[in-house]
């Protein structure tokens, strides 16, 4: 593993307003993800797991706080470039499939690369590689309608994994899998990690996953901080 720094969130403030008046879900949260380093995000629901891996992508913006991914400092940054960075620096794993539905799982996985300017028979092999790595090689022409969520799932994996982004995040990734394609899912994390340097943000509710990664936090009144065991 290398040390140097993917992402660095400092002082991270977010809040949301409701019914009984304001809600701090991150409250001063700090985290840094070394390349190659892979960590685990566990928590209750509601805890705000979902706001940090949120912001942490790019698809919010705090309130107060500080974020740098791969050297740029992306809080206050314009759409443009915040977009170009999430674009070529990001890949994210959602908690539902968010699939393109007229397009097949090839082309949804091949849709990173391309919108990179990358060659599409590089593309076109590279997403092949990774669907059949996911066991999806005989559903690479089929449209999401006709694949099981559990495919879906593989084939969103497929597409956060195929642009060897320098940060992955991903949001209950392996929870509608089975346990063989979880771990070869897991597997495709670690080789992201560890051959291609990925910082890898994980939020699971799998503790036996959980203990794999390098590291384990949770959120504790906002804040980021080691977890501990319960003994």
């Given at each position: 593993?290398?040390?140097?720094?993917v992402?660095?969130?400092?002082?991270i403030?977010?809040?949301?307003?409701?019914?009984?008046?304001?809600?701090?879900?991150?409250?001063?949260?700090?985290?840094?993800?070394?390349?190659?380093?892979?960590?685990?995000?566990?928590?209750?629901?509601?805890?705000?797991?979902?706001?940090?891996?949120?912001?942490?992508g790019?698809?919010d913006?705090?309130?107060?706080?500080?974020?740098?991914?791969?050297?740029?400092e992306a809080?206050?940054?314009?759409?443009?470039v915040?977009?170009?960075l999430?674009?070529?620096?990001?890949g994210?794993?959602?908690?539902?499939?968010?699939?393109?539905?007229?397009?097949?799982?090839?082309?949804?996985?091949?849709?990173?690369?391309?919108?990179?300017?990358?060659?599409?028979?590089?593309?076109?092999?590279?997403?092949?590689?990774?669907?059949?790595?996911?066991?999806?090689?005989?559903?690479?022409?089929?449209?999401?309608?006709?694949?099981?969520?559990?495919?879906?799932q593989?084939?969103?994996?497929?597409?956060?994994?195929?642009?060897?982004?320098?940060?992955?995040?991903?949001?209950?990734?392996?929870?509608?899998?089975?346990?063989?394609?979880?771990?070869?899912?897991?597997?495709?994390?670690?080789?992201a990690?560890?051959?291609?340097?990925?910082?890898?943000?994980?939020?699971?509710?799998?503790h036996?996953?959980?203990?794999?990664?390098?590291?384990?936090?949770?959120?504790?009144?906002?804040?980021?901080?080691?977890?501990?065991?319960a003994?």
């Amino acid at each position: 593993m290398t040390t140097s720094s993917v992402l660095s969130m400092h002082s991270i403030t977010r809040a949301y307003q409701s019914a009984g008046g304001r809600l701090e879900v991150l409250k001063n949260a700090n985290l840094t993800l070394a390349a190659g380093e892979m960590v685990a995000l566990i928590g209750p629901s509601g805890a705000g797991k979902t706001t940090l891996l949120q912001i942490a992508g790019l698809l919010d913006k705090p309130e107060n706080g500080e974020i740098t991914i791969d050297g740029v400092e992306a809080a206050r940054a314009s759409d443009a470039v915040r977009t170009g960075l999430r674009n070529r620096a990001i890949g994210f794993v959602y908690q539902f499939h968010h699939l393109l539905p007229e397009l097949s799982a090839r082309e949804n996985v091949m849709m990173p690369l391309l919108i990179a300017g990358k060659n599409p028979g590089v593309a076109t092999a590279r997403a092949n590689a990774l669907l059949e790595k996911l066991g999806l090689k005989d559903r690479a022409e089929h449209l999401p309608s006709e694949m099981s969520g559990g495919e879906q799932q593989r084939v969103a994996i497929a597409r956060a994994l195929v642009h060897a982004p320098k940060l992955l995040l991903a949001d209950e990734p392996t929870g509608n899998l089975d346990p063989a394609t979880a771990a070869v899912v897991f597997k495709l994390f670690c080789d992201a990690a560890r051959d291609q340097g990925s910082a890898v943000l994980l939020v699971t509710h799998n503790h036996e996953l959980a203990g794999k990664m390098d590291r384990i936090i949770t959120l504790k009144e906002g804040a980021i901080i080691p977890y501990v065991a319960a003994k």
